[in-house]
């Protein structure tokens, strides 16, 4: 099992830019896929972006081109980087870890409001 801390949302601006970051509590280069996702109030949660032990990335078609998702494996961190922020992108964002036959961990979540 592993713990995981996100940090970094906040309030924002319609166009403004968030980093979110998630600290493991162990080797992430041993998990097999690092993802962030996020739930709306009222909605379902959604996966916004996954990143294997390999690189390869995958994104919703709703961030495409503003969200980045990376991973440094010497400080065991996975961030996402958040650019043209709107406000449809308000929800609490969630980190997780997967790894092929066994349940996935989740963090706590970090609030992100995208409001003027």
Do not use: H
């Not at 961190?77 to 043209?84: E, F, I, R, W």
Request: overall charge positive; hydrophobic content about 30%; some cysteine.
């Amino acid at each position: 099992q592993v713990q995981l801390v996100e940090s970094g949302g906040g309030l924002v601006q319609p166009g403004g830019s968030l980093r979110l970051s998630c600290a493991t509590s162990r080797s992430i280069s041993s998990i097999d896929v690092m993802g962030w996702y996020r739930q709306a109030p009222g909605k379902q949660r959604e996966m916004v972006a996954t990143i294997t032990n390999g690189g390869s990335r995958n994104y919703a078609d709703s961030v495409k081109g503003r969200f980045t998702i990376s991973r440094d494996n010497a400080k065991n961190t996975v961030y996402l980087q958040m650019n043209s922020l709107k406000p449809e992108d308000t929800a609490v964002y969630y980190c997780n870890a997967f790894q092929w036959g066994l349940n996935p961990d989740w963090g706590q979540g970090t609030q992100v409001t995208v409001s003027s």
